[in-house]
């Protein structure tokens, strides 16, 4: 009897251990930037309206953002149709904001010699941002929704893409 309560002692221990090493290295593994990294979508009005994709894989904090260009057409549905994408510049996270620039070349004709755009992402919850252009121009802001995480240290799985965000921003 004594046998079986020491086996069973040392295995809950064995199993204790395990559970606690597990959690270490789950802790480990998140970085200070996991509330942030992924790809985020808004949306205007119902339309794709911008996505926002946000990596710490390579080490510094990258990405690239795109915007949609929404068009309403008296006496029909409004459109949106993905612009060009284009790298975030700067892109710094004080861990509950992510501050970063953009290329204002595409957005417009008339953009080509703009000064960058500074935008704020927002952390509203845990998978959930306000998106805000920095002066406020258009809408105050818009809603984004992260629908990808991504695992620190590992590739993202193929969607990579970044079709269907707007220059309305």
Excluded: C
């Excluded at 926002?52 to 915007?67: I, K, S, Y």
């Excluded at 919850?125 to 991504?150: C, N, T």
């Amino acid at each position: 009897m004594r046998v079986l309560l020491r086996r069973s002692i040392i295995f809950l221990l064995g199993l204790a251990t395990i559970f606690i090493a597990a959690g270490i290295i789950d802790a480990m593994d998140k970085g200070p930037n996991e509330a942030i990294v992924g790809i985020w979508r808004g949306e205007y009005e119902n339309l794709p309206a911008a996505t926002l994709n946000v990596t710490d894989e390579a080490g510094p904090l990258q990405g690239a953002m795109l915007f949609y260009l929404i068009r309403r057409n008296e006496g029909k549905p409004s459109t949106s149709s993905p612009g060009i994408p284009e790298p975030l510049f700067n892109p710094q996270f004080d861990g509950k904001k992510l501050t970063f620039q953009l290329s204002h070349r595409h957005a417009h004709a008339e953009t080509t010699s703009d000064p960058p755009v500074t935008f704020h992402l927002e952390l509203t919850g845990p998978d959930e941002a306000k998106l805000v252009r920095i002066p406020q121009d258009g809408p105050s802001y818009v809603r984004m929704v992260r629908e990808k995480r991504w695992a620190r240290n590992r590739r993202p799985s193929a969607d990579r893409s970044l079709s269907g965000v707007s220059s309305s921003i």
